[in-house]
């Protein structure tokens, strides 16, 4: 059931419940107004943008397959469009969870209609601010590639910067995007803290007889609607994430129901359309929402590392430990690629940071070589396609994996879990891969025209260095 959302200043308190099982979220803002955004929109108005990020706070708790949902104080703003655009969201993204749970037919209850969807304030049209566009950053890969790309195309952007509790303390976060950011040209920085006790709580332990493992959250999913409040108290009107075209491909299909299950769907172009045309249709008229990467996959997104080499050591990208930890799998597909793509002083000094993990006989690599770890094996392996299906984590294709641990390998880079591996198979595959990884694709229906003109010529470039760079490595190794 969804519970009133308390609002502050600068702070969200959205709260929801299962039985008798309560949860919260906080959301806290250092540049929003809430007041000022209620005079400027009106109550009714604020409350539809409330409802919306509770809702997609709330959705992990449906992993807990509840048998109804009440949607309390909000039952009136639950219209066909929206139940589509949640139902949809949680089905798909989930599909991980109800593989796992073994529910192939689970779907959320709809509540029961309540109040009249024609008093739903209509759509507002932001009055646009100084700078169009908010580029969200958590401080990866995939951020350094998008603001290099900015940064290459002269467009004007500012950066919104959040932690999560479930990756830790928030200071630590924050200082640890604020180093790379010190490396790019954003403009005015925006911070937010999440802070969610679901995650935390053991509500699948101490609820056996709900049949349910564990909680699963979407948190790249809920991060479109925390950046909402930010665009409209400060008028952006593009609001990039960093997402490529790598988050197309599945992990595994379900013969039981036929699907393709992909754990990254919220990610997927299927998911931006569907929020972006949801956001223009119901919220915004003058917004737009896109992954200013998807135009690119993986293969580019390392490529474009290369023009600011100086900020690369300031990444991170691991979910587990921050900022690596060396033994999950999105840490092994980011340093397999550095390995691959980077220079070997630039992965050294990247790694060094994890505290040496892995240390052995490949120094050069600043005492980090993730595959002199045993325990990284399956997942290794999984990653290559060569077990089970690819780990439910933020890692690229198959294809891509393959190409960049051939690499690492023509450059002399082995250890025990990688030693026995044929490559044979990876090589012949290398130029369909590069025809498929390495070309730009149509950024699609929700990307800015005016980005696109300045990015699409950069993209070509970067194939043509990809390229070179494989052909490059690949000689080396003969």
């Known amino acids: 059931m969804f519970e009133p959302v308390e609002r502050g200043r600068r702070q969200l308190v959205l709260r929801y419940r299962v039985d008798e099982m309560r949860f919260s979220t906080s959301y806290w803002y250092d540049t929003v107004d809430f007041h000022e955004l209620a005079g400027r929109y009106g109550e009714d108005y604020l409350r539809v943008i409330e409802f919306h990020l509770l809702a997609f706070e709330a959705n992990k708790a449906a992993s807990l397959a509840p048998d109804a949902i009440d949607a309390g104080p909000y039952a009136d703003l ?14 798909n993204v989930w599909a991980v969870w109800r593989y796992e749970n073994d529910l192939p037919a689970y779907r959320l209850p709809r509540p029961e209609p309540s109040g009249d969807p024609s008093a739903v304030p209509p759509p507002i049209v932001v ?14 890969k995939d951020s350094l590639a998008s603001m290099t790309l900015l940064d290459g195309g002269g467009v004007a952007y500012d950066a919104f910067v959040y932690s999560h509790s479930t990756y830790g303390r928030g200071i630590h976060q924050h200082e640890l995007i ?20 679901a995650l935390d709580s053991p509500a699948a332990e101490v ?12 948190e790249t999913v809920s991060s479109y609607w925390t950046a909402l409040p930010v665009a409209l108290h400060h008028g952006y009107t593009n609001v990039a994430l960093g997402i490529s075209a790598s988050t197309d491909e ?44 998807r135009p690119v996959h993986d293969v580019g997104v390392f490529t474009l590392l290369r023009r600011n080499l100086e900020a690369v050591p300031a990444t991170h990208s691991c979910a587990q430990l921050k900022p690596w ?31 040496g993990a ?14 002199a770890m045993p325990e990284n094996r399956t997942v290794l392996r999984k990653m290559l396609g060569l077990e089970s299906y690819k780990p439910t984590d933020c890692v690229g294709t198959v294809g891509e994996a393959r190409l960049a641990f051939l690499m690492c390998r023509r450059k002399g880079v082995g250890g025990v879990i990688a030693d026995d591996i044929d490559l044979a198979p990876f090589e012949a595959e290398v130029p369909a891969v590069l025809d498929r990884s390495a070309r730009p694709s149509s950024p699609g229906s929700a990307f800015p025209a005016s980005i696109a003109a300045v990015i699409e010529p950069q993209l070509v470039d970067v194939e043509a260095e990809a390229r070179r760079i494989v052909a490059e490595v690949m000689s080396a190794g003969d």
């Open 78 to 91: 639950v219209t066909d469009e929206f139940w589509e655009l949640w139902e949809t969201t949680f089905h």
């Open 207 to 218: 609820h056996p007889e709900r049949g349910v493992a564990r909680l699963i959250a979407a």
């Open 127 to 140: 009055t646009p601010g100084e700078v169009d566009t908010l580029m969200l950053c958590g401080g990866g």
């Open 358 to 371: 892995g240390s052995g006989d490949r120094a050069q690599w600043g005492g980090v070589n993730l595959f």
């Open 325 to 355: 930890c060396c033994r999950c799998a999105k840490c092994i597909y980011v340093w397999m690629s550095y390995v691959a793509w980077l220079p070997e002083d630039v992965v050294a000094d990247t790694f060094r940071r994890s505290g």
């Open 250 to 293: 599945h992990n595994l299909h379900w013969e039981r129901t036929g699907e393709d299950v992909n754990y990254l769907w919220g990610m997927s172009s299927v998911a931006e359309r569907l929020l972006h045309d949801y956001v223009r249709e119901h919220l915004v008229s003058n917004l737009s929402m896109f992954h200013i990467l």
């Open 178 to 197: 604020d180093g790379l950011l010190a490396l790019t040209g954003h403009g005015r920085l925006h911070r937010g803290w999440v802070l969610d006790d």
